[in-house]
């Protein structure tokens, strides 16, 4: 729901300033725009009308209208906080969740983020004491920017819209690539922009006089239950959470759809909410696809599914899209297939609800648990351990090469998140010598590490999951690429009350019988056919690699790994020697070659066309 953008500064009083960064975001919010501007500061809101469609616009002001409010996201027991607001005597002028952030801010303070059942991100500001007070939801499901440029705070929901700003200055993030590169994301709170900033989830801000202050507000902490736990009775308190969960997630006053795979976590919402239509894409190619089973989910439930069979060709133009709606450089794979989805989706619904957040909260990926085999190779002696991984580490992309790596390394030393695209080291060796750094992976991840000492490692990573992978990557592609399209997404499993129960699950309920989150499966199978719940994961597929051994994506690639700005970035010969290996079948490195690509692209859209 919606998007907004503001500054704070005394010398701007240009008013098409604000209105063009408005215009950078009406994607966000094509129903309406609203504006505040006074000596102080300006700012703008784009709606996506969802609730309270006749009088919920933005801004909105309490009673004495010294407070101002913009707000992205839905909060989920705005009712019951409302029936509470108003006997203590706050009087409400519309029926939004804004409203009740604002008069509960006014009661409570930032005590109101306690309260706050849902997804969000807003600015209240007073203007009074010209103080302006902000805040992220715990999972960091909706985004949230600032930056401080020639004493001009600026804040967003997209970076994109900063640059029209006079005092805004695009500068290039050099400490970023090298990470990136590493990730597949940028997992740093600095942006690829010099000098911008995202909020983490589970903080606000608070900006007043010049002064910034960062604070948390939310501690995530795992507390695995030690009692004996039956089985039927956590299943039954899982199913009852999602159930509640969905309840809440699906209150709107418009049409409501859901996005569904093949797999158990998008299925079992699908299970629950039974809405009239769901919406599925797949890949010409076999083993890329995932419709067949999705219809035939769909018409087991008696609903209308509907779906998009993606080409090559409009996988290769969609990503520049990609890139532009993503703000920073992003390569997951699977962006551009939800990009597509999510265009599909939004000519029929204005909201759908997803599976995001089932995997990091009930121990879903495959790479939580160590095999059976190098469980077995950790027994040997960690110094001939060490000399194999050593040696592995210098070794092309070939099959084993991570087996030996990881089989050397602690879960601390190994683990940094769901995707690790090139080594420290290969990152510094394919980046020019501008942008070599001494940054490791394992110096991102630490102080995560640090938090959960002490518990199992399963444990260990789904916080580093929950904290880098999923803010980062995972729920900035769901709000980047739904938002493109007008499209709200809303993420069930990421509620407060169901995170409550994650959180108490014993390592058992993870993993067991050799099946990924059990107790979520079991919980599914209340809901879902049986042959679903114990389907392996498979997320978006996508035939990158089948790609670029055809002869004409290829040359797409090609050409980028030749521009004259990629040689600043890359060493290209090492690009291209690996694209063409890659083309010929000699290695297997679609993933690297993709994160480069993407780069580039992205830097193109920024930075060369903009």
């Given at each position: 729901m919606c998007g907004f953008v503001g500054y704070i500064n005394k010398k701007n009083k240009d008013k098409t300033v604000i209105q063009n960064m408005s215009n950078k975001i009406v994607h966000r919010g094509p129903d309406s725009e609203g504006l505040y501007t006074d000596e102080d500061i300006n700012m703008a809101f784009r709606r996506l009308s969802i609730i309270d469609l006749k009088s919920g616009d933005q801004p909105i002001y309490n009673e004495n209208k010294n407070l101002v409010i913009l707000f992205n996201g839905e909060i989920y027991n705005f009712q019951e906080l409302r029936e509470d607001l108003i006997k203590k005597g706050h009087i409400f002028t519309t029926k939004t969740d804004t409203e009740v952030i604002l008069h509960g801010y006014e009661e409570y303070k930032e005590k109101i983020l306690d309260k706050l059942r849902g997804m969000y991100a807003f600015v209240i500001y007073d203007k009074q004491d010209k103080r302006l007070f902000a805040a992220r939801d715990i999972f960091g499901i909706k985004p949230f920017y600032y930056a401080k440029m020639n004493d001009t705070f600026l804040f967003g929901s997209e970076i994109k819209s900063f640059i029209p700003h006079p005092d805004f200055k695009k500068e290039l993030n050099k400490e970023a690539l090298k990470t990136y590169l590493t990730f597949q994301y940028n997992p740093m709170e600095e942006t690829f922009f010099k000098g911008v900033y995202k909020l983490k989830p589970g903080h606000y801000l608070i900006y007043c006089n010049g002064n910034l202050l960062v604070k948390p507000f939310f501690n995530l902490e795992f507390k695995p239950s030690e009692e004996n736990i039956k089985e039927k009775d956590l299943i039954k308190s899982i199913n009852d959470e999602l159930v509640s969960s969905v309840e809440h997630h699906k209150i709107s006053d418009v049409k409501v759809g859901a996005f569904l795979s093949s797999g158990i976590d998008s299925?079992?919402?699908?299970?629950?909410?039974?809405?009239?239509?769901?919406?599925?894409?797949?890949?010409?190619?076999?083993?890329?696809?995932?419709?067949?089973?999705?219809?035939?989910?769909?018409?087991?439930?008696?609903?209308?599914?509907?779906?998009?069979?993606?080409?090559?060709?409009?996988?290769?133009d969609a990503v520049p899209k990609v890139q532009y709606y993503s703000d920073e450089p992003h390569a997951n794979l699977s962006s551009v297939p939800l990009y597509y989805l999510s265009e599909l989706s939004r000519k029929d619904v204005t909201v759908v609800l997803s599976g995001e957040g089932a995997d990091e909260l009930f121990g879903g990926y495959q790479t939580y648990p160590e095999s059976i085999i190098i469980r077995a190779y950790r027994q040997l002696p960690k110094a001939i351990r060490k000399l194999n991984g050593k040696i592995a580490?210098?070794?092309?992309?070939?099959?084993?090469?991570?087996?030996?790596?990881?089989?050397?390394?602690?879960?601390?030393?190994?683990?940094?998140?769901?995707?690790?695209?090139?080594?420290?080291?290969?990152?510094?060796?394919?980046?020019?010598?501008?942008?070599?750094?001494?940054?490791?992976a394992k110096d991102i991840t630490k102080p995560y590490f640090d938090k959960v000492k002490g518990l199992d490692d399963i444990t260990k990573k789904q916080y580093v999951d929950m904290f880098l992978w999923l803010p980062n990557d995972i729920l900035l592609k769901a709000d980047k690429m739904t938002m493109a399209h007008s499209l709200e997404l809303r993420v069930p499993y990421l509620d407060k009350e169901v995170l409550k129960l994650a959180l108490t699950l014993p390592k058992k309920y993870k993993f067991k019988n050799n099946l990924s989150k059990y107790a979520l499966r079991k919980a599914s199978a209340t809901k879902i056919p049986e042959e679903w719940f114990n389907r392996p994961k498979l997320g978006f597929l996508v035939p990158f690699k089948e790609f670029i051994k055809q002869e004409k994506y290829y040359n797409i690639v090609k050409k980028e790994f030749e521009a004259d700005y990629a040689k600043d970035f890359f060493d290209t010969d090492k690009l291209l020697d690996m694209l063409e290996k890659h083309y010929k079948g000699i290695e297997q490195t679609h993933r690297k070659i993709y994160t480069a690509y993407t780069f580039l692209l992205w830097y193109k859209q920024f930075f060369i066309n903009c």
């Open positions: 299925s079992y919402i699908v299970s629950i909410l039974k809405p009239n239509e769901t919406f599925t894409v797949g890949f010409e190619q076999n083993g890329f696809n995932e419709i067949k089973p999705a219809k035939e989910l769909s018409n087991m439930l008696n609903i209308q599914n509907t779906d998009k069979t993606i080409s090559a060709d409009e996988f290769f580490k210098k070794l092309p992309d070939i099959k084993g090469k991570d087996f030996f790596i990881r089989g050397a390394e602690t879960v601390e030393e190994s683990y940094i998140g769901q995707a690790k695209v090139y080594t420290d080291e290969e990152a510094n060796d394919i980046v020019t010598e501008e942008y070599k750094t001494d940054i490791k």
